[in-house]
């Protein structure tokens, strides 16, 4: 089985959020990365990919017009559409997801966080051939450390066994109509990514193992292990 269609994929960007963690005064996403803005490198890994179709940045209002800004100041090979996300991830994903139709073009829909800006080629090559066996499949990595559960009232921890135990990363892939029903029946009851919703449904997420360099922009010193990362390679 070979990859996806060409221009198959919807690609959404949650990029709404404030960088509470990250500590600066303005979103970490626009923080420098080797000279570019964070998210442009977010954006442009996944922008160079034939599969792509479209690329919708949910922002929120009050980074709208920086965004605009910036993006008009680099060049992609597609164009970038803007929403204004939600309070939560989960609202600005289902405000992208509502700007596609799920009878378009697009028949996939990839959601990547905007401050994971070095997700690798060869990752996207992986998650975009298995989500074709089952309609849903997420970058995730094994866990390594030794997990420990607070028992809390002064008893200490136990250890938790990790065998089986992945973290989920991103790009995650699904059929549009998959997620979408996905999002129909969250009614606001919390999640932590979009994969948790498609699982509620009943429905099989296939784990695909990417790198952990795939990292997730959070701290400040998550910012120079990215750059030390950029530039050995
Ligand atoms: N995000 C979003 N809408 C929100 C909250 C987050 O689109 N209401 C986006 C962020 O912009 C980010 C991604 O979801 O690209 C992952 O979220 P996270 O790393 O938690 O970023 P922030 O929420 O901005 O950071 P923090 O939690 O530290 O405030
Ligand atoms: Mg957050």
Known sequence: MGGLKERSV???LPAAGSGQRFGDSKNKLFSSLNGDPLWVHSVRRLAMRAEIGRLILAVSEHDLGDFQEQASSVSLPLPVEFVIGGAERMDSVQRALDQIDTEGQ???VAVHDAARPLVSADDLDK???AVQQTGAAILA???SGTLKRELGGGLGSETV?????WMALTPQVFRVGLLKQAYAKHNGRPATDDAQLVERLGHAVQLVKGSAENLKITFPED???????LNRK
């Open 10 to 12: 919807a690609a959404i």
């Open 106 to 108: 697009q028949s996939w």
């Open 127 to 129: 998650v975009f051939l």
């Open 141 to 143: 990595t094994p866990v």
């Open 161 to 165: 066994d990790r065998e089986g135990i």
């Open 223 to 229: 910012l120079s292990i990215a750059e030390a990362i």
